[in-house]
């Protein structure tokens, strides 16, 4: 079945720290990316989508220039949290679809923990 | 998207089936309804999607009823391995993102 890898698993960093997360389909084309965020004991959170060559579109509430996505082609999208704070720390979860829209399902990475001392 | 009611928790002794219910009274009729599961610390996992037929894989059935307005995931032997939150989702072709609810959180009891 189709594969989204997701890297690192995990960063323990300082404070003010700019933090790439990578996320590659391996077997597919991602025409679409999108990228949640997971708090403990809570449900995923949409943070952006981003389709291959455009801007991406940011939720309501999350700061575009912290957050800054990028989805140079078709099998790989980053996210790079710019300096990083400890409220930053987080699961982030990359997912990726193909052309089919609805009718096909959404895969996931298994997730960046981040943690900000 | 319809939204989605599903019980917070759910019990199931190993190696019996577990029925996950979902209710989506509003669903609209280009609407599917996506199973995914979510175990500690990972990242979502796909398990089952329909639209209007039930539907069967190597991991689980899925049980829509004739209205549409409810659906059941089925693990026909549940394992210690399947203990998750599950979650039942509906998307429309229009729509771009997966909204994620609260699901079920399924422990399988040894």
């Known amino acids: 079945g189709a594969v989204v890898s997701q890297h690192p698993s995990r960063v323990i960093c300082k404070s003010g720290t700019s933090v790439k997360i990578e996320c590659r389909s391996l077997?597919?084309?991602?025409?679409?990316m999108f990228w949640y965020r997971q708090f403990p004991k809570q449900s995923l959170m949409l943070m952006a989508t981003?389709?291959?060559?455009?801007?991406?579109?940011?939720e309501q509430g999350v700061e575009k220039d912290k957050f800054l996505i990028n989805h140079a082609s078709l099998t790989l999208s980053t996210l790079t949290v710019t300096s990083a704070h400890p409220e930053d720390s987080s699961f982030y979860i990359c997912s990726a679809r193909g052309r089919q829209g609805a009718s096909q399902p959404q895969h996931f990475g298994d997730g960046t923990r981040l943690s900000i001392l | 998207d319809a939204k989605t009611t599903q019980p917070p928790s759910m019990d199931c002794a190993e190696g019996r089936a577990a029925n996950l219910p979902c209710n989506h009274s509003t669903i609209s009729g280009n609407e599917y309804v996506y199973w995914y599961r979510q175990i500690h610390s990972q990242g979502p996992q796909y398990i089952i999607h329909g639209l209007k037929n039930n539907e069967t894989n190597e991991m689980a059935s899925l049980i829509i009823t004739e209205d549409r307005k409810s659906s059941t995931l089925i693990l026909p032997h549940a394992t210690l391995r399947d203990t998750a939150v599950y979650y039942c989702?509906?998307?429309?072709?229009?729509?771009?993102?997966?909204?994620f609810g609260t699901g079920t959180r399924l422990t399988v009891i040894p």
């Open positions: 989702i509906v998307r429309g072709t229009g729509a771009n993102n997966l909204f």
């Open positions: 981003s389709n291959e060559g455009s801007k991406a579109t940011y």
């Open positions: 077997d597919f084309q991602a025409t679409t």
